[in-house]
């Protein structure tokens, strides 16, 4: 079943997630993901599933949370100021070890900011937005065909790890129409149901992700977000448990880096003058790079966990560097820890949904 | 370029080119008001993948409201062929002004305005086939009768000009 279609990556998304085996959705109407929602509410009863308009972004994410143990792939999508209150949720389930996935269509913030103007200012928060020790994938498309190629990945990685994954679009994508092969998923990843006797919250080995249980087939478990052991029993006051239960919960996300962690190279893979970028951004990077040659475009799929020493291995011998992002700078953090502050450059642009243009990186190249 | 339907005509136009076996990217800027002309579409075509659909210059652009030109006085400066029109919007450098609105209300097709622009656009853009598409994609569309109206009416307009 391959088809050619023209839609917008909210559009995409959408289809990427039915073909992913997602099941059950719950959202909230908001400005530029809302098209999600309503593809969603129109094709998951087709396929069997359960689309839930939520009475607020709070619901949402704690209706996928209950769908997620009830069996089902759950997604929701929103952007930033629903991202913001979805926050508690997300912890919750990274602490339940819930495989979920999390749309958020960036727009330009904080707070109500420009509803309808892209951006990329949620970068830190979808990698910290939760208190606590706490661990999850973020996934960045940059065209609408990725944005149904890359959530069946979101999917897969969530049900493989059982953990919650943010797939960070921005609304140049959600918005923006382009050409999509509805090809299917390559592969889909199932998560381990529980044999007899096997915990459903630890595993000796921390880089293997715990069994989970379907709730309604007989599985008595306690799901708590309270620190628990691998029973699930809650246990608030020891160091062992809490220790032992966080340290796991990160393990099993950064300890599987090699596997996770996703980046492409495009341009001249041999130049010493990079341009590191994620999301959309990179669209005007490759074509700058292709205008005035000599660069390499060093564009990050997989935002967190984010491998450093992969990054420095690829930054290493680079003359200059150029990060463009749609926001004042949150990526330019990371490329801080391996790479020289004085020898870098920056495009920073946000607001009024102008794009970052080629124009304006080939002169941060040649500065 | 206005606020009149714009974001509608790119759509046409966008899926009108992708069913005509280009590569297509359309692409909109727009606001959360109801009103008001600070609104742009735009379509990048190939027929090759796209690499950035991010473009500052523009082959074709039509203007309808003097809000957006002013706001996006980067992208009116760096287009090529700008056709605004003459009552709607200040005289543009390098531009062609034309009676769009005034054609438009002449014909009762004011409310269709988005549609008389596409049509400009599309006769100047003269790719093989594109009216037969562009009528298949009204079609499937509401105010059919309307729209191809105007639409003809752009033409019309656009072969009078001999641009």
Redesign the interface.
């Known amino acids: 079943m391959t088809e050619r279609l023209f839609l917008s990556g909210n559009e995409a998304v959408v289809y990427g997630a039915i073909d992913a085996g997602c099941r059950f959705y719950a959202g909230y109407p908001i400005t530029p993901s809302s098209e999600i929602m309503h593809l969603m509410a129109k094709e998951l009863p087709r396929v069997g599933g359960v689309f839930i308009q939520a009475e607020d972004e709070l619901a949402a994410i704690n209706m996928i949370i209950g769908a997620s143990w009830a069996g089902l792939k759950s997604m929701t999508a929103t952007s930033g100021p629903g991202f913001s209150l979805m926050q508690e949720g997300i912890g919750y389930a990274v602490m339940t070890e819930t495989p979920l996935v999390i749309v958020d269509v960036m727009r330009a913030g904080p707070a109500t900011g420009q509803a309808t103007k892209s951006a990329q200012g949620d970068l830190m928060q979808a990698r910290w937005g939760r208190h606590g020790d706490q661990y999850l994938v973020v996934i960045a498309p940059m065209t609408p065909q990725e944005a149904y190629d890359l959530v069946i990945e979101a999917f897969n990685i969530a049900e493989a790890y059982r953990v919650p994954v943010v797939f960070l679009m921005d609304e140049f994508i959600g918005h923006g129409r382009e050409i999509v092969v509805r090809r299917g998923a390559d592969k889909l990843v199932e998560r381990r149901r529980p044999s007899d006797h096997e915990p459903p919250f630890g595993s000796k080995d921390p880089r293997i992700p715990p069994p989970m249980p379907r709730l309604g087939e007989g599985y008595y478990v306690l799901v708590t977000g309270s620190t628990h052991n691998e029973w699930g029993y809650r246990d608030v006051h020891g160091f062992e448990t809490h220790y032992r239960l966080v340290t796991r919960l990160k393990e099993k996300i950064w300890g599987n880096i090699d596997k996770i962690f996703k980046y492409k190279v495009y341009g001249d893979p041999d130049a010493r003058r990079i341009i590191v970028c994620f999301g959309s951004t990179c669209r005007p990077a490759i074509d700058a790079a292709e205008r005035v040659g000599g660069t390499k475009v060093l564009r990050l799929i997989t935002l967190w966990p984010l491998n450093y020493d992969k990054l420095a291995e690829e930054l290493s011998g680079a003359e200059k560097v150029v990060v463009p992002e749609l926001s004042l700078g949150q990526l330019v953090y990371d490329v801080a820890q391996v790479y020289p502050r004085n020898k870098m450059r920056v495009v920073n642009k946000v607001g009024g949904g102008i794009p970052i243009y080629p124009s304006e990186i080939i002169k941060a190249l040649e500065a | 370029m206005g606020g009149q339907g714009i974001v509608f005509a790119a759509?046409v136009l966008?899926?009108t080119l992708?069913r005509l076996g280009y590569?297509?990217?359309?692409?909109?800027?727009?606001?959360?008001s109801v009103r008001g002309g600070a609104v742009y579409g735009y379509v990048v075509f190939d027929e090759d993948e796209?690499?950035?659909?991010?473009?500052?210059e523009l082959e074709v652009l039509v203007i309808l409201h003097e809000q957006g030109r002013r706001r996006w006085e980067n992208i009116v400066r760096k287009s090529r062929k700008i056709i605004y029109d003459k009552d709607l919007v200040k005289p543009v450098k390098n531009g062609i002004a034309m009676p769009i609105a005034e054609e438009a209300d002449k014909h009762g097709v004011y409310r269709a305005l988005n549609m008389v622009a596409l049509g400009i656009a599309s006769r100047i853009l003269g790719v093989k086939g594109i009216d037969k598409v562009v009528d298949e994609v009204l079609r499937s569309r509401k105010n059919y009768e309307l729209n191809i109206n105007a639409y003809e009416i752009g033409l019309e307009l656009a072969g009078r000009a001999r641009i």
Not at chain 2, 23 to 32: D, E, I, K, P, S
């Open positions: 759509t966008g899926e992708y590569y297509v990217a359309q692409l909109q800027n727009y606001g959360a796209i690499v950035n659909p991010f473009i500052e």
